[in-house]
């Protein structure tokens, strides 16, 4: 089963929070991404990127190196603003699923569609 979907808000808060720290651009996330177990290709990331930036969370810019031009994306006043608001509501939500140690019997057994 894929369950790629349930990631994707995690996916735009990981790209957020790097862009808040520094500016980023896109293989470097994926690159970023795939560290944490994440294989997304330029054609799903890039979508991500764009919507964040329609919604006024990062701003791009292009940024020349030698012969090569790369879109930089740097998070905005709002996009700074939002990931604070979720790392609080990301925190709260997490202790919820953690609080049981559900995943240690997930751990053992395993997840009850695995059985």
């Given at each position: 089963m894929?369950?790629?979907?349930?990631?994707?808000?995690?996916?735009?808060?990981?790209?957020?929070?790097?862009a808040v720290k520094e500016p980023v651009y896109g293989l470097a996330m994926i690159e970023e991404l795939g560290r944490h177990g994440y294989k997304l290709s330029a054609g799903t990331l890039y979508p991500i990127l764009h919507g964040l930036e329609d919604r006024g969370y990062l701003a791009s810019t292009e940024e020349r190196a030698g012969s090569t031009v790369r879109r930089v994306y740097r998070a905005t006043t709002a996009g700074a603003t939002a990931l604070t608001a979720a790392k609080?509501?990301?925190?709260?939500?997490?202790?919820?699923?953690?609080?049981?140690?559900?995943?240690?019997?997930?751990?053992?057994?395993?997840?009850p569609g695995d059985r």
């Open positions: 894929n369950d790629r979907y349930l990631y994707a808000g995690l996916i735009r808060l990981h790209v957020l929070h790097h609080l509501k990301v925190r709260e939500l997490f202790g919820e699923l953690f609080e049981d140690g559900l995943e240690t019997e997930f751990q053992a057994k395993g997840a």
